[in-house]
């Protein structure tokens, strides 16, 4: 996405949120298992199997209503000279629109294309870089990224030592709440998944209210629970 009125959509969005004072709020929520079984069971047409980052993935964009979705996509064990422990933050981005991110078979099909690319059919155009579109138009980016398997097996100093808690905090304060918004899969424990979700208060609102989403509250109350079964 580029041009001189696509850019000037961003800054007159970027504007005019911020003359409408909105605020970031931020609230991790646990990850409802069986909804991602229910769905990861359904016949599938385009791909032989989705994962749970194509379904958490594909909801988070439509929550969110992203005009673009972006994901981060971690090189780490895809390029040569690059392992899954190698320190370097070695990572791209796939951009959709929403016709590319509608289902989580299309998530999956993304990343199997040769370059990895959106794969919805018939392709999703561009954001028009025409001024009718741009001077009219709000503009929404949500970015994602999926930290649950940097270490598969936990966090661990030593063999003595167990993963009690992992809490995603991000400062967004540099960012404009109607234009970007932020979601982050992350392992608060060894055997749950969460996400972290950074938007409008709106926005955020949408996340808890829906079925992917086990627990309608905040994740502290259930991590109260976890630390009083320690």
Known sequence: TGGVWVNLLFMKSILLSKLRGERYVQKSFLINSSYIQHVKNRDLN?????????????TCFKLARADMGMMSVNFRGRVEDCGDKDAQNCVSHIMYRPGDYEDPELIQKSLRTKVMQRAANPPTKEIPNDPSTCLLTPVNLTYITNWTSFLKNGISLGPESRQLLHMRLNDMSYGT???????????????????????????????????????????????????ANI
């Open 177 to 227: 709440p109607g234009v970007i918004s932020h979601v982050t899969i992350y392992k608060p424990t060894s055997n749950l998944t969460a996400i972290l979700v950074i938007g409008t208060p709106e926005m955020v609102d949408r996340f808890g209210e829906h079925p992917m989403v086990q627990y309608r509250k905040d994740l502290r109350s259930e991590v109260a629970i976890h630390f």
């Open 46 to 58: 385009e791909v032989d199997y989705i994962t749970t980052n194509d379904i958490i993935t594909s």
